[in-house]
Each structure stands twice: as structure tokens, then as C-alpha cells.
């Protein structure tokens, strides 16, 4: 559905070979294959004589007996069979670990709409199942929409919400646009190629081949959407023959499990919900990636794991409380509070930068009611964890200085205009206040 796919979903598309002849079922097929055309299962004295090639097709065959879309095996389809079983089978372990989650939602809405089922594998091809997968020409969610085609089907953006990620709904204009391709098409495969290419793209291509079959259309096709169709059938397979290949399920870190909701009573950021409710971050994102930023507003209708959302309620007045504490600097969970002495040459924007803080936030802490600071001012700053740039001596400049018997950090910032002792440690990346003569560290300058 749209020209570029993200970066990780089109590894396989480079090791797409030159030629452009299709393999004739001669070529795949033999005397011992088609003796086994009837049969549900390859026995392993049968394996023994038929080629990996044949066990494939024959394979393939099977699951296009079940769906109406065109599962066909050629040398194009293979190119990609082997990349998903060879250095791509770690996605393949990946989402067989998602899709309990993710694909019975799919399926259902895709049985709702009288859709094939296979369509669910769409979702791996699009965003390798990350709701919040983002492209780099700004397609969005499990079905990459693009902000447009989100909007004519239903999808709201907001500065807060992106319902483009809202695996439920995004599934479901999913399905509305695959039943409007399908209306205009009438083939499977190019709906396929619609849906990566764009309707309009593809119908220009049909009128000037004059053809509507998508493996006549394939050389006269760009490279991503004529690598859309084989990769989508590809991947069909590889998931339905992972344990065949010897390709684990890896589970995430994410409790899918026994969900509730809750209904936010005030505005909360992702890290304070992470300490409340002892939920990762990677959970809370993967249930709630409709979510935009990392702040989550009053008002918004959140899921979690139920025995999370059960101790929240239980725990309802106290954990508002802390809520109200870390908005106003009371409790730090992923910062610290340092106070920074203003240096000759200072001026917040200067400040904010070294200490990766906005100017707002440091005239906020201060309730500074200008931009104005005089030399000797104390600011109070927080800084995240381990969230100083390490360039920070680019920004303040820098001089060295060779630490003399009887140094302390206080006496050299004294020395050097009232320079804070925090700034020299940060700078030095030291962790205490030791100093060993001889050695040499350096000092911000103006």
C-alpha cells in the first residue's frame, strides 16, 4: 500500500535472483512427485527420493488446496523460501511467537469480512507484527497504512493517538481495503500488489502490458511490488512449515496473558506506569501502541495485564499520589537533581543543551520569570540517568588539568570560577570524589 516498506521487512527482497523466467512445473515436478499428488503427508522414505525443491512445492500445493489465493511455487517464491529458512529464520522464530497473540484477532475480522484467511500473514510482510513499526515514507501500524489511505478508511491521528496503530481497528480497515481492491481487481494477487504498489499504479501497469495476470505483469513491475506477491506466499509457507524446518517458536517478553483496562484519572508518563504496575515497557507498548508518545493522557483507556490493573485500583489513592510526587519532582525514578553553578559566558539555551533538558523545563524548576542569569546563579537541573551528552566538552569547551598533591574537586572548582564540582565529574565520567596526584582530567571552560 505503499512505495517503501521498513527496512527489516525487505531484507529478503535483495537476494531476489536476475532472471526473470518463471520455473515451469516440469522443471519442479517428477514421476515419484506426482505419484504423491493425493497423499496429506510426505513419508520419509518418500522425502529420501524427492529433491528439497519438490518437498517444497508439494508442500505448497497442500496449503493452495485450502484458500483461494494463488499459492504458487516458482523460482521467484524459492528466493525467498530460502531466505526465511536461512539467515531471515529468525523472524520466522519471532512471530511465531506473536502471532498467538495477534492472529486469531486477524482471523476473526477476516472471517467477518469473508476474506481469506491466509491475509493474516500480510501483517508479517508489512511490520514483521509491530503495531508500532513506522516506514520511512511514514506508513504506520501492523498494516502500514500511510496517513491518507488511514484517514479514507476510518483511522484517526491525533497529537496523542495514531489508531493507524491500533492493531483492532487498523485490522479492520485493513479488511475494508482488501475487500475495495478485490472489488476492483478480482484477483488475489492483485489486490497483493495493490495494497504494496497503490490501485492506481497497478491499473496503469495492466493497461499498458495488457495483461491482468500478476506473473505477466512481474518484469514490468517495480522491484518492491513485484517482490510483494513471492515474499507474501513465502512467508505462508515458512510459518506453516517452521517446525518441518527446525525453526523455534521464541517467546516475547511481553504478558499477553488475562488482560483488563483502565481508565486513567489523570495524565501519567510510560515510565511512572512501569513502576506502579511493574509492567515492562515493551508489554505496556505492545497492548497500548495506539499511543503516540511516551505520556499517556487523562481520559485514556489503557490495557494491561488484569492482576496489574486489579492492584492499581486496589492501590488507587496512593498510586495518584505518586503520580502527582514524580510530576512535581518529588520522586525521581530515571534522573537526578544537580545544581549548576552559571559560569561567565552561560546562558540557558547554552546550559540546556550540555545537560540534554529543554530551556522551558530549566526556567520551570527555577520558576525563572526571564532568560537573564548572572555569573554565581544556582539552577536546578535534572538530568537523566546516564543521559548527559558525551560531548559535553564540545559544547562548554575544555582544558586539562594535572591533579597536585592535596587536590579536592572543591578546591580546583573554586579555582577555576567557581566551576561546580558535578560538572567536573560528569565531564570525567568519575563516580567518586577520589583524585590521584599526576593524573589528568578535564575542566569545562567559558
Known amino acids: 500500500m505503499k512505495f517503501f516498506s521498513i527496512i527489516f521487512i525487505i531484507v529478503p527482497f535483495f537476494a531476489v535472483a536476475n532472471q526473470d523466467s518463471l520455473l515451469s512445473v516440469d522443471k519442479v515436478g517428477s514421476n515419484s512427485f506426482s505419484e504423491l499428488s493425493d497423499k496429506s503427508a510426505i513419508s520419509e522414505e518418500d522425502s529420501i527420493q524427492l529433491s528439497r525443491e519438490d518437498i517444497i512445492y508439494w508442500r505448497l500445493q497442500q ?7 494463488d499459492l504458487v511455487y516458482n523460482d521467484k517464491v524459492q528466493v525467498f523460501i530460502d531466505s526465511y529458512l536461512g539467515r531471515n529464520k529468525a523472524l520466522i522464530s519471532r512471530m511465531k511467537g506473536l502471532s498467538p497473540y495477534y492472529f486469531p484477532m486477524f482471523e476473526r475480522e477476516l472471517d467477518l469480512y469473508d476474506l481469506p484467511i491466509e491475509f493474516k500473514y500480510l501483517a508479517i510482510v508489512e511490520s514483521a507484527l509491530n503495531p508500532k513499526a513506522r516506514s520511512h515514507s511514514g506508513a504506520s501500524g501492523l498494516w502500514q497504512f500511510m496517513y491518507l489511505t488511514g484517514k479514507q478508511y476510518g483511522l484517526e491521528v491525533t497529537s496523542y493517538m495514531d489508531e493507524r496503530q491500533d492493531p483492532l481497528k487498523a485490522t479492520r480497515s485493513a479488511c475494508e481495503y482488501f475487500v475495495s481492491l478485490y472489488d476492483t481487481f478480482g484477483d488475489w494477487n492483485l489486490v497483493l500488489a495493490a495494497y504494496n504498489g497503490g490501485p492506481g499504479y497497478l491499473q496503469r501497469k495492466i493497461a499498458s502490458v495488457g495483461s491482468s495476470d500478476f506473473w505477466e505483469l512481474y518484469p514490468h513491475l517495480r522491484k518492491e511490488t513485484r517482490n510483494y506477491v513471492p515474499t507474501f506466499i513465502a512467508v505462508n509457507y515458512a510459518m506453516q512449515y517452521a517446525a518441518e524446518h527446525d525453526i523455534p517458536f521464541v517467546n516475547p517478553k511481553i504478558n499477553f496473558e488475562d488482560i483488563d ?11 511512572v506506569l512501569t513502576e506502579l504496575l511493574c509492567v515492562n515497557e515493551q508489554t505496556i507498548n505492545y497492548l497500548n501502541p495506539a499511543y503516540k508518545k511516551s505520556i499517556f493522557p487523562k481520559g485514556a483507556v489503557l490495557t494491561f495485564p488484569s492482576n496489574a490493573v486489579h492492584d492499581f485500583k486496589l492501590n488507587e489513592t496512593t498510586n495518584y499520589t505518586f503520580i502527582d510526587a514524580v510530576v512535581n519532582k518529588e520522586i525521581l525514578i530515571d534522573e537526578e537533581r544537580i545544581v549548576y553553578r552559571v ?11 550540555a545537560h540534554n533538558v529543554h530551556v522551558f523545563e530549566i526556567k520551570e524548576w527555577n520558576k525563572l520569570k526571564s532568560t537573564k542569569l548572572d555569573i554565581g546563579d544556582k539552577l536546578i537541573i535534572y538530568v537523566k540517568n546516564g ?4 560531548d559535553e566538552k564540545k559544547i562548554l569547551g575544555n582544558n586539562e588539568y594535572t591533579i597536585q598533591k592535596g587536590d579536592t574537586l572543591w578546591d580546583i572548582a ?3 570560577n567557581g566551576l561546580s564540582v558535578w560538572k567536573i565529574k560528569a565531564l570525567n565520567n568519575m563516580e567518586n570524589d577520589n583524585l590521584k596526584p599526576g593524573t589528568t582530567i578535564l575542566l569545562p571552560t567559558s
Open 63 to 69: 496449503l493452495d488446496k485450502n484458500t483461494p489465493m
Open 261 to 271: 483496562t483502565l481508565i486513567l484519572k489523570k495524565e501519567v508518563e510510560l515510565k
Open 343 to 353: 559560569d561567565k559566558g552561560d546562558y540557558l539555551g547554552r546550559i540546556a543543551k
Open 387 to 390: 543521559k548527559l551528552l558525551t
Open 414 to 416: 573554586q579555582k577555576h
